[in-house]
């Protein structure tokens, strides 16, 4: 069993649609990163979160650390928001690497 | 602007022939890691690197090389090249090595025939 697991692997949803991208982990965090991947490749830092819920925009993090569970939302979807979504933990006792989900393909159509 | 930099974006290569794939970083960051991304794999770190000449293994150094002379630079060598090594390669830099926002360059997609 990975270490960071995500879900759903793939998701496609039409432009408007609210969506939730989930990352359950198992091992005690201090923090944890949502990143962007985009078709091109490149890879953006959206939030890094130890508590709580972040906003930026359309897009909010979510973290119940208990319950070792985060979650992704976008709002108002659109098809600029296709990408691969990766979830990463820095673990307690693992200094300063992260560990990384597999990733959520999303894919908005108009 | 901030920005992680790596070169080059795309290389194909030869079994055994030395490379190098270069990081520059220009935010003064302390914290720089290489990783490569697989299907299937996610992202796994390579090496990284905690201060100028403090280099350190990660999960998959094997058949790779750092140096970190100068605190912006990282770069990644690979001297002698594999077919397994084929894959994308982020470099990434952190203001400290603890809960600070990470910045990936644009990566590069290295192909080993």
């Known amino acids: 069993k990975n270490e960071v697991e995500q879900s759903p692997q793939n998701l496609t949803a039409q432009e408007g649609e609210f969506i939730t991208i989930n990352c359950s982990y198992s091992?005690?965090?201090?923090?944890l990163h949502w990143l962007q991947q985009h078709p091109g490749g490149g890879i953006v830092s959206l939030f890094m979160?130890?508590?709580g819920k972040k906003k930026h925009g359309r897009l909010i993090a979510t973290i119940n650390i208990q319950e070792k569970h985060s979650s992704l939302h976008i709002t108002a979807s659109h098809p600029r928001d296709s990408a691969v979504y990766i979830c990463a933990v820095r673990g307690e006792t693992s200094g300063s690497r992260l560990t990384f989900g597999e990733g959520t393909q999303l894919t908005v159509n108009p | 602007e901030a920005q992680v930099t790596q070169n080059p974006r795309y290389l194909i290569t030869v079994t055994g022939k030395k490379l190098t794939v270069t990081c520059s970083q220009n935010m003064n960051h302390e914290y720089m890691s290489w990783y490569r991304q697989d299907p299937g794999l996610g992202l796994r770190q390579i090496y990284y690197s905690m201060n100028v000449e403090v280099t350190d293994k990660g999960d998959v150094p094997e058949g790779y090389k750092v140096s970190r002379k100068e605190k912006r630079n990282f770069p990644l060598i690979l001297e002698s090249p594999s077919p397994n090594q084929t894959s994308l390669y982020f470099c990434?830099?952190?203001?400290?090595?603890?809960?600070?926002?990470?910045?990936f360059g644009q990566g590069t997609r290295l192909t080993v025939v």
């Open positions: 990434a830099s952190r203001a400290g090595f603890m809960n600070t926002e990470a910045f």
């Open positions: 091992v005690g965090i201090s923090a």
């Open positions: 979160l130890s508590s």
